[in-house]
């Protein structure tokens, strides 16, 4: 177990270092170029105070003064303080940079300020272009041939027969079958990040249908929730707006329910990213279509746009900015954001290709409406076509909403009247402002909610659609040459469109993205899916394909999946049903020597490699294994109890204070408010066990362990509402404890109590008062590494 935990911590550094240097790339570097290098750098006439800034060498060194950064510690880093205007140096000297950008020198300073090495660059960058030849992701997909192995019997299926001929080639041998009951809470977590029922795990041991467990939890509303959350983790999606602020974001969750909707429809995967980067343009027959159509580019409205930044033309590109990252991380594997100022040092894409690709979304009206200093805006709003059925029901719902306002602002007055004669600071008159402030709270939450017509965040055409111009050095002021909106041209594929006149080209863009002769999309989506089944992809780093991502393991088998994508209709469902029902997938976690000596990381696949669940399905899992789910799918997330000392006037609104809605609370956590920075205090659980940042891209989420995380599970008020929920499940059975002690095994593991087992949980039962006895079993069962871990 040691050197699994070691192992996980590695693979977890590899993928935060890569996201550390795109980091860096796309958001320190080009401010240091645009802002500092002009007086701090090698190429300065005079470099102030003997700081150079465009080195790792220089920014160690430091200045005349001493060192600027003290790696993970902001506070107590001098430029830190240069660039917040504390102290008597105060940078840069034009001006104060915007609150977004202090922000990333913080994180970036945090993460241990990384920067990578120079030669590494320059080796990576003069090798570029052969690269666009050479390497494995630029090539065109060619089915490949299934390879022959030794032992025929083994294998099921040709996923089967790739992995075993490595395996063979090593002189290794997978390791036995998980059990039946393994088995089935795997596929049940991986395919709806739910934990089986006790009545799903009796039907399948009895009939031992493994076609038929895949095909039901397929058709299931959890697959779209699950997968869909695995694609939200691919965008910025989040319930509020601004990057600084929790402005609401009312309509988010349109996006959300379509991005679920559509993985449970099984929409072909060229028409998914259609809809999402052009959906205002496709054509329609019914309001219906027209609506999810303009819901889908929530996929390209919704994010952490600076939107208080003074600077609308800089605003714009910035914001134009995290949308190519993100097209370009999401659909085609592709760091794409690292060449806004420069051709790429490691990979063949150019300043053209990223300002063609600019052109198209700069083309696009993304920042429309306004910023109220209230708690909701109008920012990106479209309003969608109405059906018969809702204009009725909100007609009936506004005559209510002006009813309960009335009253409201009736009752408000009425208050008002009666504190008047009361003497001032007097008890009664404190009382009195209490009830006149908690009344003229609900009254301006009211004034801020009305009935309005069903709205989503979208996208729509600019009004001029036009190439772009090379922004120098990222700066939007600074224009260089004009650039063809365009694709990226890679491998054999030219990235031209033919876009049609006075559009942006995002349907072309799209188009060209979904085409099947494109090497990167169908091998880009089949490894991701491989990583959410198997913890870890053909090729790990799933959001960067490129020449600084890792090599695949078995590039044969990811180009065969890629192909039969492809050739099955682009269908996800049929891609993870393969997936799931092969003999590779249903491999037990056991350890081996050989298999430990050769191959620790398991990249060959000799077994299931164990890992900790993910923080909402954690919590999901405690929410079935303690009955306690609540029903009901889709619909706003944003919370409406809101405490009374809460300024409804200020944009902070859903500040550490806000709470949950009673009604939902215990829903799902994907149908739960989804914040930038960090969650909701009532949803610690997300915040401690890496819920990814909705301000950033997230490839595979890191699993850090931390001694945070305990202390939750041993006290959080909801861990222990879940462990005394499942206790009076238990108690209220008409059966003896030995038998509620088989329901619990079969509640929280899946499985049926093992030798000795059941005695060891009685005797814990037992030696606790009967008040809290079965409480303190059902809590340390819920928070134990079986429960918490995937086998």
Known sequence: MRLIAVLLFVSSGLASAQSDVQFFEKKIRPVLAAQCWSCHSTKAKVSFANLLLDSKAGLAKGSDGGGVVVAGQPEASRLYAALLYKGSTKMPPTGMLSAAVIEDFRSWISAGAVWPEEATVAVAASGAKKANLDHWAWKPVNKPKVPTVKDGQWARDEIDRFVLARLEAKGLSPVADATAELWLRRVSLDLTGLPPTVAEQDEFLRERSYEKTVDRLLASPGFGQRWGRHWLDQTYYADNIEIGRRVPARHAWRYRDYVIDSINRDVPYPRFILEQLAGDQLPWTKPEERRNNLVATGFLALGPWPLVNADKVQLQMDV????????????????????????????????????????????????????????????????????????AKRAEETREYWSRLTAAREELTALRAKRKPLEKDSEAAKAADKEIAKANQAVKLLEYLPVLPPTAHAVQDGDMPADCRVNVR????????????????????????????????????????????????????????????????IAPSIDNLGTRGTAPSHPELLDYLAAEFVDGGWSLKKLVRRIALSRVYQ???????????????????????????????IRDAMLVASGTMQPGVGGPAIPFEVPGNVNLAEPEFLNEEAKLDPATRLRRSVYLPVLRKSQL???????LFNFPDANQITGPRQATTIPTQSLYLMNAPFVQEQAAALAESLLAMST?????????????????????????????VRSFSAADAWKRLCHALLISNEFLYRG
Request: hydrophobic content about 40%; glycine content about 10%.
């Open 474 to 537: 990222g700066n939007a002021h600074q224009l260089g040459t004009e650039m063809p909106r365009s694709g990226v041209v890679i491998g054999g594929i030219d990235g031209k469109l033919d876009i049609a006149d006075f559009t942006s080209g995002r349907k072309e863009l799209a188009e060209w993205i979904g085409r099947k002769e494109n090497p990167l999309t169908a091998r880009v989506m089949v490894n991701r899916v491989w990583h959410h089944l198997f913890g870890a992809g």
């Open 320 to 391: 134009v900015d995290l949308q190519v990252d993100m097209v370009g991380r999401s659909f085609l594997g592709l760091t794409m954001g690292c060449s806004r100022c420069h051709d790429h040092k490691f990979d063949p894409i150019t300043l053209a290709d990223y300002y063609g690709m600019a052109g198209i979304l700069a083309s696009t009206k993304t920042l429309t409406g306004r910023l109220y200093l209230t708690v909701f805006s109008n920012v990106n709003s479209v309003v969608l076509p109405e059906l018969p059925e809702e204009l």
């Open 736 to 764: 003896t404890d030995e038998g509620r002690i088989r329901t619990l095994a079969r509640r929280v593991y899946g499985r049926e109590i093992r030798d000795g087992e059941g005695e060891r949980w009685l005797a814990f």
């Open 681 to 687: 205090p009532e949803l610690d659980i997300l915040n």
């Open 587 to 617: 491999l037990s976690g056991e350890s081996l020597a050989a298999g430990m000596e050769l191959d620790p990381e398991n990249r060959l696949l000799w077994r299931m490699s164990r890992r900790r669940l993910e923080a909402e399905t």
